[in-house]
Every structure is written in C-alpha cells, then in structure tokens.
Nanobody
Framework: QVQLVESGGGLVQTGGSLRLSCAAS????????MGWYRQGPGKQREFVAV???????NYADFVKGRFTISRDNAKNTVYLQMNSLKPEDTAVYFC?????????????WGQGTQVTVSS
C-alpha cells in the first residue's frame, strides 16, 4: 500500500519561511510527477507546483519567485521551500504524486499539512 506523508507545516509570520516535505512509501516501482496543491479556508483546492522525475518544474503564478519545489528520487521525497510567505498563503497543503505500484498506476494524495501565516 502506497502512502504519502507530509510534514513541515506550522505557524509563521508574514515574510517568514517554511519547508514542506512529502515522503512516499510502499511497494513503489516508479514515481513520475510529484506536486503540491493547497486549499485555503472556504476555497477550492488549487495547484501550487509540480516537478517531473527528470526535474522539470512548473509553478502557479502566485508563487513564482517565492516557492521552490525539489525532489530526492532516492528518498521518494518531494519538498516545497516557501519563502516570503503572505497571509493569503494560509491553507492546507497537499502532496500529490503519480505512482506505479503493484502494477497499478494512479495518483496518490497525502493527508495534508496546515500552513498558517499571521499578519
């Protein structure tokens, strides 16, 4: 059984930084894209950033220049370095990954980690 487990959320002041981690575990054969989404209070879940297995990256416009996505393929882990945080970045952040495991290919989601930015 595949699991994605996020960590690193918390409370930070405006302008501060946080680093989120998401580790995939289980009978994994291959991981393709890994990414982050977020869901703010009263809002729909939205795309934040994605990184391919080859290292290509794509970001939502609202985080460009502030957030950096990276991954460690040896550890099946994706990271999100968040700098210059704003109150509007407050949300539950979810990890997402496209994984081949036990001859099944599908998307998996983590349980989410809360990020709160105080003004």
């Amino acid at each position: 059984q595949v699991q994605l487990v996020e960590s690193g959320g918390g409370l930070v002041q405006t302008g501060g930084s946080l680093r989120l981690s998401c580790a995939a575990s289980g009978s994994i054969t291959r991981i393709d894209d890994m990414g982050w989404y977020r869901q703010g209070p009263g809002k729909q879940r939205e795309f934040v950033a994605v990184i391919t297995s080859g290292g290509s990256k794509n970001y939502a416009d609202f985080v460009k220049g502030r957030f950096t996505i990276s991954r460690d393929n040896a550890k099946n882990t994706v990271y999100l370095q968040m700098n210059s945080l704003k109150p509007e970045d407050t949300a539950v952040y979810f990890c997402n990954a496209a994984i081949m495991a036990s001859r099944t290919y599908r998307e998996y989601w983590g349980q989410g980690t809360q990020v709160t930015v105080s003004s």
